[in-house]
């Protein structure tokens, strides 16, 4: 016969088991196996477990029912919980999971999105919000970038390409849309370590002047400038928050920085364009995307990306509609971005002790769930990515196929 405190603990541990399947269903009954700390294992889908989920502690719980993401986040960061098996597997399961779970509730994730808006970042936000994510070390994502540091998404042209290709190919895959041509004036918002405008000024003959928050980047673009003699005649790197951009140009581009500004400034950012670009001009916003509108997740605002806002097209729309723009093209590479995060974490895995050397193993599990997170947002289409190309109201110097997107000359219109 049991003693009151061992049917005390049976019935806690039943209860704690019918909590963590409730948890389970929450989030759409993945396909995993679920192992609890006192050894007990379920698995609530049909189907075979993709991975093992192991909470290995039982105080996960109320952090968990607190909030799914954030608690399952800081909980896996801090080693409370464990995943056995396929890492990316296991986040793709998770994601599509959860999106299934969650699909048909437009309006609400509108209304979401719209109120997590709200909050502007202010100058000096933005400067905190960089440092948070930017300056975290050159050394750093030295460790887990290609050689350039190009830190968005790669253009994979051969399915045998290499990350270094595909970074390349991005590259000039942007500068052939924005049509660039020796001398033309480039201005490039929220530059990262240089690489694009590095890129141009060398390969396609065109003045730059490139804007960062960044110190850490900003300092090593103009190390890079300087050990190529790329003079400031050529190519200027100015440590400044895009809304101090002045001067005219033939090209605005800006790779990977609106998902920083914050809805609450696009139309701001318009203006800004309208009144940088030429009459003759094209401007280029490439940018982690959604489908539809949705706040960030409460983790990756927490934790990685403070003050970001991912942006449906239609929310993308206040930057351009406003002032005529025509839009040109819009290119969707979100399974280019979603190959561009697996080699990334590829990379990550070979150096995350010489992470947790550097920073903590906390750090370092917390930035493996990021890059993994983000490969399954992109497979699963949580997440885009789009490359908008514009043009000012009345620009008919446009092209009219696109050809010259891939290298191929066009006859012009007549």
Known sequence: MMDID?????SGNALESRVVRWIMMRVGNPRVLVRMWNGEEFCLADGRPVACLEFRDRRVIPELIMSTSVGFG?????????????????????????????????????????????RGNTLSRSQQNVQHHYDLGNEFYRLWLDPRMVYTCAYYEHADATLEQAQLAKLDHVCRKLRLRPGQE???????WGSLALHMVQHYGVRVKAYNNSIEQVSFAREEAARLGLDSSRLTFVKDDYRNITGRCDAFVSIGMLEH?????????????????????????????????????AWIARHIFPGGHIPSLSEMSEIFEPFEFSILDIENLRLHY?????????????????????????????????????????????????????????????????????????????
Not at 74 to 101: L, N
Request: glycine share 10%.
């Open 261 to 297: 500004v914050g809805r609450k400034h696009y139309r701001n950012l318009g203006k800004l364009i309208r009144n940088c670009l030429k009459p003759g001009g094209i401007g280029l916003i490439h940018s982690i995307g959604r489908s539809r509108p949705a706040p960030v997740d």
């Open 74 to 118: 800081e909980c896996y960061s801090k080693g409370m919980i464990e995943v056995h098996g396929d890492f990316v597997a296991f986040a793709d399961e998770i994601t599509r999971a959860i999106t299934e779970k969650y699909r048909g509730r437009y309006n609400l994730q509108k209304i979401h999105s719209l109120l997590a808006s709200v």
């Open 186 to 192: 480039v201005i490039e918002a929220g530059c990262g």
């Open 6 to 10: 061992t049917r005390q603990q049976v």
């Open 338 to 414: 979603a190959r561009t995060c697996r080699a990334w974490l590829a990379n990550f895995e070979r150096v995350k002790d010489e992470v947790s050397a550097m920073y903590s193993e906390e750090f370092a599990r917390a930035w493996r769930l990021y890059l993994a997170g983000s490969s399954a947002g992109f497979h699963t289409g949580t997440l885009q990515l789009y490359q908008v190309l514009i043009a000012p109201p009345g620009n008919n110097s446009v092209p009219w196929t696109r050809k010259y997107q891939y290298g191929e000359s066009e006859t012009p219109g007549r």
